[in-house]
């Protein structure tokens, strides 16, 4: 069930302070998460990513959940309702949200230039085209185009053969983990340490792709607030250590069986290690699953 207390204000923005099932903010809590959507926005499928119709913002572990939340927009309009509905099937619980948005999002068909960038692309997120030029006739060049190319030319050829280009101006964007605080080099980063928000993507700049990748390593160097991070700017630390006991759990249906094992490898959080049972001394691959535990599962 999900509970909404709506206030309506100015030029027709609504506020909603939400409940979403799975437990109870304290009174006066402050929002873990704030979405905000624009009386417009465009679609390229009749599902979106909450986090490409929108802003999305708030800590890391909620806000990365609501951002890839699926919303319905086969009818042309996103409500409150439908977010909270999105929200819930993300499994975004027990928390205060804070929703700006119209009562009724109007939704519509991207122009046409964006829509072959995204084509080419297989962007999901943020798009903002600028075209300059007129094309006719066939594209014929580029075959795909690359997430943050700012410059992009598209050439068509015409049935007669005569050939032009349009040149276009591209602003890439999506939800990123950013800091939620100055922080400084060898900090262990911590789930109050980030923030999700949405930022324009630089050319030369890879981003972490979830939370889990970033949660327990450590920063290689300063970080202002809301600067985002990227892969080069933490290091990740082996929750199994090469040498080291752990504990062993194999879990086949519903048999589960614990033991102690030897990581004859470091082994990093989701990813797979070798390691030595002691009591049968057979060496098996696991996945690490927590700090000094691997998990084995089938056979």
């Not at 690359?146 to 050939?163: C, K, N, Q, T, W």
């Amino acid at each position: 069930m999900i509970k909404a207390l709506r206030i309506f204000g100015l030029i027709g923005m609504a506020i909603a302070l939400s409940l979403i099932a799975g437990g109870s903010p304290s009174c006066g809590e402050e929002p873990l998460l704030s979405i905000e959507l624009q009386p417009e926005t465009s679609v390229y499928d009749v599902r979106m990513p909450l986090g490409a119709l929108g802003r999305v913002q708030g800590r890391v572990d909620v806000a990365y959940r609501a951002s890839h939340a699926m919303v319905d927009v086969s009818d042309g309009i996103v409500t409150i309702d439908d977010v909270l509905e999105s929200l819930q099937g993300a499994g975004v619980g027990g928390i205060a949200v804070k929703i700006a948005m119209p009562e009724v999002v109007r939704c519509r068909e991207e122009d046409k230039w964006t829509s072959i960038v995204r084509r080419l692309s297989g962007w999901r997120w943020g798009l903002e085209v600028e075209a300059s030029g007129k094309g006719a006739g066939k594209l014929v060049a580029p075959s795909s185009i690359s997430p943050a190319d700012e410059r992009v030319a598209l050439r068509f050829e015409g049935p007669a053969g005569d050939r032009s280009v349009v040149y276009l101006k591209v602003r890439w964007s999506q939800p990123i983990i950013v800091a939620a605080h100055d922080l400084k080099r060898g900090t262990i980063i911590a789930l109050e340490d980030l923030l999700v928000d949405v930022v324009a993507l630089s050319r030369n700049c890879r981003y972490p792709s979830s939370p889990d990748e970033v949660l327990g390593s450590t920063l290689n160097r300063d970080l202002k607030r809301a600067e985002a991070l990227t892969v080069d700017d933490f290091k990740r630390l082996p929750l199994v250590e090469r040498g080291t006991i752990v504990r062993l759990v194999y879990k086949a249906g519903g048999l589960v069986v614990e033991t102690v094992g030897k990581a004859l490898e470091d082994g990093f959080k989701g990813e797979g290690v070798k390691v030595r049972n002691e009591r049968t001394k057979k060496v098996i691959v696991g996945i690490v699953a927590g700090d000094g535990f691997v998990l084995v599962e089938g056979g």
